[in-house]
Every structure is written in structure tokens, then in C-alpha cells.
């Protein structure tokens, strides 16, 4: 399981763009980036999932360069809501179900 | 939208003692995991299962640890003699088929060993 380098907190404000940048220089072939969000006192909860180039959906974008050694997870105009613990990882999901959580990145939303 | 539930969510226990937390995952759900996360730490792997058996386990998931699926619907973890360190978030997940691209968690059970 490729190891993660993620910044240890970011703070912004209301209505901005939050760009959250994950290293991972050793990502394997069949290896796919995943992020998750979790709230205090609750569960992880899937926000994104990339393979290469760009993904988006109705919550997030993941930017993914040609040599996939880093991730950037992009939360667009975010609201305090969006406080919380953001997770990149990066595995093999078709062999290796295990999720190998990193210490993560507490985004801080602020009025 | 289904959802994992997990039962209870809170429980407290003097060190020693079992316990056993309960997790009915999403239906129809075939890859089940167990994930604990002690206060202000990361969120650790226990052990995944399928098919009625164990499939990979960490160094955490030691011998006083247990799962079992008793019947359709719940997915257990048992504790068969808590210590105080064992005292964290445990959170139960669910996943319909190998390489989906997410597992569902749900809301944990905050577990106490006094």
C-alpha cells in the first residue's frame, strides 16, 4: 500500500476554492486515489475516486497529473460545513480491500 | 438512501469484560470491515469479511478479537476481554463487491473500557 503525504491542516474561508494536495510518490500500477471525508464522532464517508487525469462529481474534483505521484482534491466555494477531516488513499481496490488510513487533513472553514 | 447501522452507540464496560458491538451493513453488501479509531488519532483497519470468513486482518485484530456473521443481516465484533486501551470509535463498513470504488461506514459505537 503506497504511503500518503497529506498537510496536516488548511484553513480558509467561505465561499473559497480549497485545493488539498496528497503525495504519493510510490502509487503502484493498479492502485486507485481515494478520498473520504469524516466529521467528528462519525463515520468516513467516500467523496472521490481517480485513476488518472480528472474526475468530478456533484461534490468534489480530483486532479491527477501524468505521473500520478501526487492528488489534488479541489472542494469548490466551501461552506463551514465542509469543517472536517479530509483522507487520501491510495490502493489496489480490486485485490487489497483494507483502507490504510493516513493522519489526514483538518480543514478548518471559517466565516 | 441504505444505510450502515451500528448498535449501540455508546457503551461503557469495566476492563475485563466482553463485549460485543453490533453493525447491520447495507443489504445485499458482500465485503464487510471492522475499523477502530482511538480519540484524536487516525481511523485503523481491523479486519475485512467475506464470504463467512476472515479475508485480511491487521497487527491490531489479536486474539481478543473476533467476528462473526450470525446470520443474514448483523456483523459482529467481539471483544473477549477489554482493556482500557481499547477504549475508541469502532466503526463498522460495508461494500457491495470487490474493487467498488467505496466502502460505507457507518456512524460507530464510541466503546469505554473504565
Known amino acids: 500500500l503506497a504511503k500518503t503525504t497529506q498537510p496536516i491542516s488548511m484553513d480558509s474561508y467561505e465561499g473559497q476554492e480549497v485545493n488539498i494536495t496528497c503525495s504519493h510518490n510510490n502509487i503502484a500500477t493498479n492502485d486507485y486515489i481515494t478520498w473520504y471525508q469524516q466529521f467528528p464522532s462519525q463515520g468516513p464517508r467516500f467523496i472521490i475516486q481517480g485513476y488518472k487525469t480528472k474526475v468530478t462529481n456533484e461534490v468534489a474534483s480530483l486532479f491527477i497529473p501524468a505521473d500520478r505521484k501526487s492528488s489534488t482534491l479541489s472542494l469548490p466555494r466551501v461552506s463551514l460545513s465542509d469543517t472536517a477531516v479530509y483522507y487520501c488513499?491510495?490502493?489496489?481496490?480490486?485485490?487489497?480491500?483494507?483502507?490504510?488510513f493516513g493522519a489526514g487533513t483538518r480543514l478548518t472553514v471559517k466565516p | 438512501e441504505p444505510e450502515v447501522t451500528q448498535t449501540p452507540s455508546h457503551q461503557v464496560t469495566q476492563m475485563g469484560q466482553e463485549v460485543i458491538l453490533r453493525c447491520v451493513p447495507i443489504s445485499n453488501h458482500l465485503y464487510f470491515y471492522w475499523y477502530r479509531q482511538i480519540l484524536g488519532q487516525k481511523v485503523e483497519f481491523l479486519v475485512s469479511?467475506?464470504?463467512?470468513?476472515?479475508?485480511?486482518k491487521s497487527e491490531i485484530f489479536d486474539d481478543q478479537f473476533s467476528v462473526e456473521r450470525p446470520d443474514g443481516s448483523n456483523f459482529t465484533l467481539k471483544i473477549r476481554s477489554t482493556k482500557l486501551e481499547d477504549s475508541a470509535m469502532y466503526f463498522c463498513?460495508?461494500?457491495?463487491?470487490?474493487?467498488?470504488?467505496?466502502?460505507?461506514f457507518g456512524p460507530g459505537t464510541r466503546l469505554t473500557v473504565l
Open positions: 463498513a460495508s461494500q457491495p463487491l470487490r474493487g467498488a470504488d467505496t466502502q460505507y
Open positions: 488513499l491510495v490502493g489496489d481496490t480490486y485485490n487489497n480491500n483494507d483502507m490504510r
Open positions: 469479511f467475506y464470504n463467512n470468513e476472515i479475508s485480511e
